[in-house]
């Protein structure tokens, strides 16, 4: 016998070799190979049993509540809102939910059905394409760095909280220490300024922006002026990082049953906030700016991407969350059914908010005698300042006060802390020799993301937070949910991933998930990348080779940016040549 490392029937295990060379007993033998298969049995039954050890939902409603509460954020009720109403009103639910059913709930179901299938966490999920596990890796740092200056827009609830519990708002008044001399009442126009007479050349600030930028914040300059620490803004972001670790120290044995107050708690305050809102004065012609459509708008491309960018960012895709939660599920759950009810509860809760935020601008316009598109505003500043202002002009302010800043505060606490926890689970799947001490992980972990945060809990803290949000997240997210796609969609195969769906869930998956994995959902994924086209400062350096550059493109457009030049556009173009001096 030829006995070269080419040939199969050479290659030996070390027990085989030790047989060849010293023959043993019949019976020997024989029991050597029970021993092998024997071996290898308990290895299986040790694999089955770690498998089965891996926690699962006491609940499938633990699990909904757990998703619903991490989509379900503080986006939802500062953006959404005025994108509505900046794009044309009702008519921004065209767009807004064709980018859910293509963009949203596909990705949604990609990432909950492949979890589910292999339950694992966003890590090692990429062991079915081990060349882009970094795209996991990095999920879980983008996770980590955004939710770690997260827990600071949480801070600033608890405080407005503390600051309601007087017989008025502190933001309705101008005889603080912290206003200036340029304070004025939105309601009352000059009447309350600090000055006797109001000068043109002044800048006036509304008292609710000198409360949040003087008295929270007490914000200094610019970046380069980091200042002191805020110790009430510090002190209160401690206290989150407590609550968060309390609620995930012990897995989702605790996270399934603290969302059940955490994710409904905010939806109840936010139909009794509606409640009010809805019987103040004026605000019928809020609501009426909010919802009356506008389909001129639909003929903007701007549009459309916001709509799906708003979809892409509100349901989350790409953090790992959505994969490690769906990772606990039971195996025959019925993932098509969750995939679709999660991102219309979502989107069912942001459009709520827009009604009730509305419904109290148009309340506030009416009051200052004025119209809805000057008071309303976008981001932190239509929580932290506009709403107050509003809320200051009510009957029983600081009782709204705390409703709604208590509302705002749960709205953000469960992303943060489903947020932390599959970070953490996700790490513990890919070493799962840590998993003994997850208690320490936990702590560690929470303590490195609180003093990640800690520079943003200075006097300039804010300019480092905007800093943060605006590089983090956005392309690294957008980038890790393109790989998601090509991986099952194109690596994998599409037709492997479906298969797989309706192997786990016995149900028949139609094509409507086909085309959208492998077509359209790539491709507005790819649209949205802004990353990918290049910008206007692409070209020749010299100005006047540019001059020549772009003579040179009119003179010769292309019929599509993929084909040879030779492809000459349907349109016939009259071509001019160009000098050979003139040629770069």
Same mark, same amino acid.
């Given at each position: ?173 101008c005889g603080n220490w912290w206003n200036t001399d340029n304070c004025y009442l939105i309601h009352e126009n ?24 003087r008295k929270i914040l007490n914000i200094t300059g610019g970046i380069d002026e980091t200042g002191d620490v ?17 609620c995930i120290f012990q897995g989702i044995k605790i996270t399934g049953k603290v969302v059940w107050f955490t ?31 506008? %389909?001129?708008? !639909?003929?903007?491309?701007? @549009?459309?991407? $916001? #709509? ?8 989350? *895709? ?91 505060? %749960?709205?953000? !606490?469960?992303?943060?802390? @489903?947020?932390? $926890? #599959? ?8 070493? *799962? ?94 649209? !949205? ?56």
């Open positions: 016998m030829d006995l070269t490392p080419g040939d199969d029937t050479c290659v030996f295990t070390s027990k085989e070799t030790a047989l060849l060379h010293f023959p043993r007993e019949k019976g020997k033998e024989k029991n050597i190979d029970d021993d092998d298969r024997a071996a290898k049995e308990r290895k299986v039954g040790m694999d089955e049993t770690v498998a089965e050890k891996r926690a699962v939902w006491d609940s499938k409603c633990d699990y909904i509540m757990s998703l619903l509460g991490y989509a379900v954020g503080l986006g939802n009720i500062w953006r959404f809102p005025y994108l509505c109403y900046k794009n044309g009103g009702g008519a921004f639910l065209v767009p807004y939910f064709l980018m859910l059913f293509f963009v949203g709930i596909p990705l949604f179901l990609l990432e909950v059905s492949m979890s589910q299938f292999c339950s694992t966490g966003g890590v090692t999920i990429y062991s079915v394409c081990p060349a882009l596990v970094g795209s996991g890796f990095a999920s879980i740092i983008t996770n980590i760095a955004v939710h770690s200056y997260y827990s600071l827009l949480l801070s600033y609830p608890l405080l407005f909280i503390f600051h309601s519990f007087t017989e008025t708002v502190p933001w309705g008044t000059f009447t309350s300024m600090n000055v006797s007479e109001p000068d043109e050349n002044r800048t006036l600030v509304s008292s609710a922006d000198e409360f949040f930028h805020m110790w009430n803004v510090m002190a209160t972001n401690i206290f989150v990082w407590i609550i968060a670790f309390l994710a409904t708690f905010p939806i109840l305050m936010l139909l009794i906030l509606l409640v009010r809102g809805v019987t103040l004065p004026g605000a019928v012609n809020g609501l009426r700016y909010y919802l009356y459509p506008n %389909f001129e708008k !639909l003929k903007d491309g701007q @549009v459309w991407a $916001e #709509a799906a960018t708003q979809i892409f960012f509100s349901l989350g *895709p790409g953090w790992s969350t959505v994969i490690t939660m769906g990772s606990y599920n039971k195996f025959r759950n019925n993932c098509l059914h969750d995939a679709v009810l999660i991102p219309i509860m979502n989107s069912s809760c942001s459009i709520l908010a827009g009604f009730v935020v509305f419904s109290v601008l148009g309340f506030m316009a009416h009051e200052m005698g004025t119209t809805v598109d000057k008071v309303t505003a976008a981001g932190p500043a239509l929580v932290f300042i506009t709403y107050p202002e509003a809320l200051s002009m009510m009957p029983l302010a600081p009782f709204w006060s705390v409703l709604f800043f208590a509302m705002l505060f %749960f709205v953000g !606490l469960d992303s943060l802390f @489903v947020s932390v $926890e #599959a970070s953490i689970a996700s790490m513990l799947d890919r070493f *799962p020799w840590l998993s003994k001490w997850r208690i320490r992980v936990t702590a560690a972990v929470i303590f490195c993301m609180f003093l990640m945060c800690c520079s943003c809990t200075l006097q300039g803290g804010m300019y480092i937070l905007q800093l943060m949000d605006w590089y983090t997240s956005s392309m690294a997210l957008l980038c890790v949910c393109l790989c998601e796609v090509f991986i099952f969609s194109y690596s994998y195969g599409v037709g492997r991933t479906i298969r797989d769906i309706q192997m786990m869930t016995q149900k028949h998956v139609n094509y409507y998930w086909y085309f959208c994995l492998l077509f359209v959902t790539p491709m507005l994924l790819i649209r !949205l990348t802004e990353g990918f086209t290049h910008t206007s400062s692409w070209g020749p350096l010299s100005a006047e080779r540019r001059a020549q550059w772009k003579e040179y493109c009119n003179t010769r457009p292309l019929r599509h940016k993929l084909l040879h030049p030779d492809c000459k556009p349907l349109k016939s173009t009259s071509y001019q040549l160009v000098s050979q001096t003139q040629k770069f």
